[in-house]
């Protein structure tokens, strides 16, 4: 596939970025600037196994059926995540096209600094989800995190699946919260961990106790960014479930 078109090379895991994220709903001058940031792959990895899955219900090889539905569904969900679908959320277009133009001109930093803080924001958000539902399994506790995942009343209010179902309704849905999930990090989480650009949270990202440390910000704001995951992990809920209703309905038998 070529070099490595985005992501933060310091992490070791860098070059599964284009494969797990996709950027289907940023400015149209955002994709003169930086054309590299539409060479994502998680629609082919996506039709890749959702078409396996089809072919194996059809012809009555049920097991590799939801192997191959559960790695499609592995790239469905990884849309939903407003980092994989929002090239920079909270950022001006004209900000990250500045950075890229000075980055090009011999002065990275800028554009160094925010891929180091959009890293930041991104893998902390994730570990916060994380620790917190992996807190609530070993205590046997059902939080609003598992009833979010498990609510399905909406499921139907969402199109039909389709090949586009990833790009038009889950990207865009995870893009458009861009803003609001930057701002509930940023003023929730430590600002050493997600404003410092000189702090690389994924490098670090064993040694740190998340749940300790968000125990000492303001109740108030982490509460807000509770209820974010929530609504986070409800549209992970809704269109894994979709993705499935639609795998099967085209692996029907004849």
């Known amino acids: 596939f070529g ?5 933060n090379p310091a992490l070791y895991f860098a070059t599964q970025a284009p494969f797990h994220m996709g950027f289907y709903h940023q400015s149209w001058l955002i994709y003169k600037a930086a054309p590299f940031v539409q060479r994502t792959y998680p629609l082919m990895r996506i039709q890749q196994y959702s078409s396996l899955a089809t072919l194996a219900f059809r012809t009555g090889h049920g097991y590799w059926g939801w192997r191959f539905t559960g790695l499609a569904l592995h ?7 407003t980092y994989h679908a929002n090239l920079a959320p909270g950022d001006s277009t004209f900000r990250m096209i500045s950075a890229n133009v000075l980055a090009m001109a011999g ?3 800028q554009r160094d600094d925010l891929i180091v803080l959009l890293s930041n924001r991104h893998l902390a958000l ?26 399905s009343e909406r499921d139907a209010s969402y199109p039909a699946w ?19 999930t930057a701002a509930a990090i940023v003023a929730a989480m430590p600002p050493g ?9 994924g490098v670090k ?25 929530a609504e986070l992990l409800e549209n992970f809920g809704s269109h894994s479930r979709n993705t499935i209703r639609g795998v099967l309905k085209a692996g029907a038998r004849p």
């Open 126 to 151: 994730e570990k916060y989800q994380n620790e917190r539902l992996l807190a609530a399994a070993r205590a046997a506790q059902d939080t609003p995190l598992e009833s979010a995942l498990r609510r």
């Open 107 to 109: 002065l990275p930093r």
């Open 162 to 180: 389709s090949d586009l179902y990833p790009r038009d309704v889950v990207a865009s849905q995870s893009s458009a919260a861009g803003v609001r």
């Open 3 to 7: 070099p490595l078109p985005f992501g």
């Open 75 to 81: 790239y469905v969900q990884d849309l939903t995540q």
């Open 193 to 201: 961990f997600v404003s410092d650009p000189s702090f690389d949270f």
């Open 205 to 229: 990202e064993s040694g740190i106790d998340l749940t300790a440390a968000m125990a000492k910000q303001d109740p108030a704001r982490r509460a807000e960014l509770d209820a974010l995951v």
